[in-house]
């Protein structure tokens, strides 16, 4: 069964933002960490944030001060808002949850274009 869903991905001019959701099960919800990967074309997959079970986020210097990664534990929802997007951040998203160790669950990836 499908454990964890991302949403809210789509095209987007330099600058613009967008925000990506991602819902959990409860089960997979409750992971000690997770986390927001992306892979743009060619390239090798790369850790975008982390937001641990008590709310902590850690970012990739690459997105530090632009993305905020955010969860809803009435939700079992966690977000990644995206602002000042540049071409570079186009990928597809990837939300994952499990230890610092291993992601054992992974969503099915959305797309972000950042483009003019």
């Known amino acids: 069964q499908v454990q964890l869903v991302e949403s809210g991905g789509g095209l987007v001019q330099p600058g613009g933002s967008l925000r990506l959701s991602c819902a959990a099960s409860?089960?997979?919800?409750?992971?000690?960490?997770m986390r927001w990967y992306r892979q743009a074309p060619g390239k090798q997959r790369e850790l975008v944030a982390t937001?641990?079970?008590?709310?902590?986020?850690i970012y990739a210097g690459s997105v530090k001060g632009r993305f905020t990664i955010s969860r809803d534990n009435a939700k079992n929802t966690v977000y990644l808002q995206m602002n000042r997007l540049k071409l570079e951040d186009t990928a597809v998203y990837y939300c994952?949850?499990?230890?610092?160790?291993?992601?054992?669950?992974w969503g099915q990836g959305t797309q972000v274009t950042v483009s003019s």
């Open positions: 409860a089960k997979v919800f409750s992971a000690p960490r």
């Open positions: 937001i641990t079970s008590s709310g902590i986020p």
């Open positions: 994952a949850a499990g230890t610092d160790l291993t992601m054992q669950y």
